[in-house]
């Protein structure tokens, strides 16, 4: 089992940046992918961002290209999401996802564990 809890989100104004936290327990961190999924009112959760086990291969929605990075440290149990260049259309609660295989993994199905979220709202 992995627990996963984020952290980070809150309201910013259109522009401006924040960073998400999401912490892990349970089985070794270092095994998982690691991704950052979004889900807006009346909408499906989007895929935003995924990052392997080592850190060396990442990937990203089209949407979120140049404005956001996905990053871990293993030592820390820890994966981040930077959010720059915020727009109004990032505005949702953004969720982090673990699944255990050494790929960059960007479809939500494949992934075996979930946090309970964290609030983004981007004022315009």
């Known amino acids: 089992q992995v627990q996963l809890v984020e952290s980070g989100g809150g309201l910013v104004q259109a522009g401006g940046s924040l960073r998400l936290s999401c912490a892990a327990s349970?089985?070794?961190?270092?095994?998982?992918?690691m991704g950052w999924f979004r889900q807006s009112p009346g909408k499906d959760r989007e895929f935003v961002a995924a990052?392997?086990?080592?850190?060396?291969?990442?990937s990203y929605a089209d949407s979120v290209k140049g404005r956001f990075t996905i990053s871990r440290v293993n030592a820390k149990n820890t994966v981040y999401l930077q959010m720059n260049n915020l727009k109004p259309e990032d505005t949702a609660v953004y969720y982090c996802?673990?699944?255990?295989?050494?790929?960059?993994?960007?479809?939500?199905?494949?992934?075996?564990?979930w946090g309970q979220g964290t609030q983004v709202t981007v004022s315009s």
């Open positions: 996802a673990a699944d255990f295989t050494i790929l960059v993994v960007t479809t939500l199905d494949q992934y075996d564990y």
């Open positions: 349970g089985r070794t961190f270092s095994s998982y992918c």
């Open positions: 990052i392997n086990w080592s850190g060396g291969r990442t």
